[in-house]
């Protein structure tokens, strides 16, 4: 799906005050688009890899939140909740709870705002929305498939340096020739639809989501026979238990985890535990947010790296 296609989706959510000054802005400017930020009185904010800017009322962007910056407003944010929850909130309290919805077409919806403590953590006061474009960049895993084929991976990088598109397009390779299975928690890798993958993530994998990822990937090892899994953002002990009950049973990994460099992955506690077992043979680094899902260096996790 390209960004021109994701931008469509996010309209669909607007109130139509929005959607038509939405609708004026230039193809250059949506092709690029990586996130689409609504602020509860304040503006519209377009974020690419190269700038960021404010979307203004004749649908040009600028770098600076001025007088002719569309202002968002509180009845706007409650009518894109309501859309996002399709006009039933109590159906929704789940993703109210998490603070994420997960679009159709993979697209990411944040949410941030005040909780309340009643039956559940749940907000009630919203502050903003980030839509958060998913890329499907087909061949951008090809060079880490062709070194690594066979191992077990860490994908490293921080927020936005396009791990989970890397992921996906190192699954969809392997998909291609192996039994794998893909974690997808928040349906944002292979975007489900009716039972049935929007994103290509290979012929021969099968998809869990829904579902956390430590009894997914235990789930996954007991009926579903992978050769591979992948799963995205490792962070918890709970994730390397069953990492471990994985590689116990022959099944391979293919992950990402937050990590910009080799000394800051090995002091994440889910590391540790993995590292001591010697669970995983390579790190790849990417370059970050300038340039995502690209490979900065491979390193070995063998004999100290």
């Known amino acids: ?51 960021n800017g404010f979307l203004n009322m004749d649908g040009r962007i600028s770098g600076s939140f001025g007088s002719s910056a569309v202002k968002v407003n509180g009845i706007h944010i409650k009518s894109i909740i309501a859309l996002l929850c399709h006009n039933s ?4 309290e789940k993703e109210l709870s998490d603070g994420c919805f997960v679009l159709e077409s993979g697209i990411r919806v944040g949410i941030s705002g005040a909780y309340c403590n009643g039956s559940g953590q749940t907000l009630q006061e919203f502050s903003s929305l980030n839509f958060r474009i998913p890329r499907q960049n087909i061949g951008c895993g090809q060079t880490v498939f062709n070194k690594l084929y066979g191992q077990n991976i860490l994908l490293c990088g921080n927020v936005n340096s396009g791990k989970t598109t890397l992921l996906r397009d190192i699954c969809r390779l392997y998909g291609n020739v192996q039994k794998c299975t893909l974690i997808d928690e928040r349906n944002e890798i292979s975007a489900m639809k009716n039972g049935m993958p929007t994103n290509d993530i290979g012929l021969l994998t099968d998809v869990i989501s829904g579902k956390n990822r430590h009894e997914s990937i235990i789930s996954a090892v007991r009926t579903l026979s992978p050769q ?67 490979v900065r260096e491979i390193r070995s996790l063998r004999n100290g790296g």
């Open 89 to 92: 909130v109590y159906s929704h």
């Open 1 to 51: 799906m390209t960004s021109s296609t994701s931008y469509q989706v996010i309209l669909k959510y607007m109130p139509d005050e929005l959607r038509r000054i939405m609708k004026l802005a230039d193809m250059p400017v949506i092709e690029n688009l990586t996130e689409v930020r609504l602020y509860n009185g304040r503006g519209i904010a377009f974020v690419s890899p190269q700038k």
């Open 228 to 294: 591979y899994i992948f799963c995205d953002e490792i962070a918890d002990e709970m994730d390397a238990k069953a990492i471990l009950c994985g590689t116990g049973s022959g099944v391979r990994f293919v992950a990402s985890i937050h990590a910009s460099n080799y000394d800051e992955l090995m002091k994440r506690n889910v590391m540790k535990l993995l590292a001591a077992e010697n669970v995983f043979d390579s790190a790849v680094f990417l370059h970050g947010a300038e340039n995502p899902a690209s």
